[in-house]
């Protein structure tokens, strides 16, 4: 791989790190907000949320570790480089689950582009890896979708 394809791959790597960042703490927020008749439901969902979250954070910077390169470790990192926003105090469980799905649609977007960007370098590790990602996040974007009635 050339030292072009792989800076690519490594921005876009820490791009989608920072977005996953704040991703992660807007479920811990909505995990601490929620109210209303979905509470036990949502509280406990948005628990298994945040806690995958961990995971591929985990994941994401050990990639970029992989390339000797430096994962995004700052808030002011995330909060700049993140192509999702912090979200303002959310409570209702209807608000909660739409912010989700178009959080999540951001996420599949970029992973998708990130996807591509490995298949073109010859890097099977980031595929395999993106793959993962989306195919989980498919998923789970058709269930809360269908959560939401559409």
């Given at each position: 791989m050339g030292k072009k394809e792989k800076n690519n791959i490594v921005s876009r790597l820490n791009e989608l790190l920072a977005t996953y960042q704040i991703h992660y703490?807007?479920?811990?927020?909505?995990?601490?907000?929620?109210?209303?008749?979905?509470?036990?439901?949502?509280?406990?969902?948005?628990?298994?949320?945040y806690t995958r979250t961990q995971v591929i954070i985990d994941d994401l910077a050990e990639r970029i570790l992989t390339y000797e390169a430096?994962?995004?470790?700052?808030?002011?990192?995330?909060?700049?480089?993140?192509?999702?926003?912090?979200?303002?105090?959310?409570?209702?469980?209807k608000e909660g689950m739409k912010y989700i799905v178009e959080?999540?649609?951001?996420?599949?977007?970029?992973?998708?582009?990130?996807?591509?960007?490995?298949?073109?370098?010859?890097?099977?590790?980031?595929?395999?890896?993106?793959?993962?990602?989306?195919?989980?996040k498919e998923k789970s974007t058709w269930m809360f979708s269908a959560w939401l009635g559409k």
């Amino acid at each position: 791989m050339g030292k072009k394809e792989k800076n690519n791959i490594v921005s876009r790597l820490n791009e989608l790190l920072a977005t996953y960042q704040i991703h992660y703490q807007n479920l811990r927020s909505l995990h601490w907000n929620i109210k209303g008749p979905h509470f036990f439901e949502l509280h406990l969902k948005y628990e298994e949320l945040y806690t995958r979250t961990q995971v591929i954070i985990d994941d994401l910077a050990e990639r970029i570790l992989t390339y000797e390169a430096v994962p995004l470790h700052t808030f002011a990192d995330y909060v700049k480089t993140s192509l999702i926003k912090e979200n303002a105090y959310i409570s209702d469980g209807k608000e909660g689950m739409k912010y989700i799905v178009e959080a999540q649609k951001s996420l599949l977007k970029t992973e998708r582009e990130i996807l591509a960007a490995a298949g073109e370098a010859d890097d099977e590790g980031t595929s395999a890896f993106m793959s993962d990602l989306i195919r989980e996040k498919e998923k789970s974007t058709w269930m809360f979708s269908a959560w939401l009635g559409k």
